[in-house]
Nanobody
Framework: QVQLVESGGGLVQAGGSLRLSCAAS????????MAWFRQAPGKEREFVAAISGSAGSTFYGDSVKGRFTLSRDNAKNTGYLQMNSLKPEDTALYYC?????????????????WGQGTQVTVSS
């Protein structure tokens, strides 16, 4: 059974930084895509970033391009989302997601496995 555990969320002032981690267990996730989504109260789950398992290519949502960086350490089965220049509108519950193939999907329906989420709150 695949399990994903996010960590690193917290409260930060606007302009600050946080690094989220997603630790996977139950399978070796090298070769498979890992993604991050976020969901603010009353809003739909939004694509943030993804890193493909095959070539390690990265993809970002328009709202985070240039500010967030996604990386992975396959030896540790862990992915990292470095978030810089945070804004109050980045406040949300951030989820790590993983699927059973190497495709990159911008919709949450493309991912089978999900973590419980980690809260990020950015104060103005």
């Amino acid at each position: 059974q695949v399990q994903l555990v996010e960590s690193g969320g917290g409260l930060v002032q606007a302009g600050g930084s946080l690094r989220l981690s997603c630790a996977a267990s139950g399978r070796t996730f090298s070769g498979y895509t890992m993604a991050w989504f976020r969901q603010a109260p009353g809003k739909e789950r939004e694509f943030v970033a993804a890193i493909s398992g095959s070539a390690g290519s990265t993809f970002y949502g328009d709202s985070v391009k240039g500010r967030f960086t996604l990386s992975r350490d396959n030896a540790k089965n862990t992915g990292y989302l470095q978030m810089n220049s945070l804004k109050p509108e980045d406040t949300a519950l951030y989820y790590c997601a993983h699927n059973a193939d190497s495709g990159v999907y911008y919709s949450p329906t493309g991912y089978r496995y999900w973590g419980q989420g980690t809260q990020v709150t950015v104060s103005s």
